[in-house]
C-alpha cells in the first residue's frame, strides 16, 4: 500500500496559476504510471494528465497547452503545474498511482477553485 499527499489546492482568479504536488510514500517507479484526475461537482471523474514510467504523458483535451505534468522518482513526487485557469477547471483533484494490475491508488484530493 501506497499513501498518496495531494497539496497546492486553493482560489485563484481566472488566468492564474497553481502547482499542485502529490507525495508519495513509496517508489513512483514501481507504478506503471502516475496520474492526475479531477472532479467536478455532479460530474464523472475524469483522467486531467498522465505520465508513464517511461516520461511519456497525455492530457485531456481540455488541458492540453496549459496544464503540465512532471515527476521525479529520486523524490518520489508528481507535480500538476496548472496555468491559464478557467472556472470550468474548478474542481476537487486527485493524485492516482497506476498500478501493473490496472487498479489505482489514490491521494485524498486537493480543491481547486477558479474565480471568475
Known amino acids: 500500500q501506497v499513501q498518496l499527499v495531494e497539496s497546492g489546492g486553493g482560489l485563484v482568479q481566472t488566468g492564474g496559476s497553481l502547482r499542485l504536488s502529490c507525495a508519495a510514500s513509496g517508489r513512483i517507479a514501481s507504478f506503471r504510471a502516475m496520474d492526475w484526475y479531477r472532479q467536478a461537482p455532479e460530474k464523472q471523474r475524469e483522467l486531467v494528465a498522465r505520465?508513464?514510467?517511461?516520461?511519456?504523458?497525455n492530457y485531456a483535451d481540455s488541458v492540453k497547452g496549459r496544464f503540465g505534468i512532471s515527476r521525479d522518482n529520486t523524490k518520489n513526487t508528481v507535480w500538476l503545474q496548472m496555468n491559464s485557469l478557467k472556472p470550468e477547471d474548478t474542481a476537487v483533484y486527485y493524485c492516482?498511482?497506476?498500478?501493473?494490475?490496472?487498479?489505482?491508488?489514490w491521494g485524498q484530493g486537493t480543491q481547486v477553485t477558479v474565480s471568475s
Open positions: 505520465i508513464t514510467i517511461y516520461g511519456s504523458t
Open positions: 492516482a498511482a497506476l498500478r501493473p494490475n490496472g487498479d489505482h491508488y
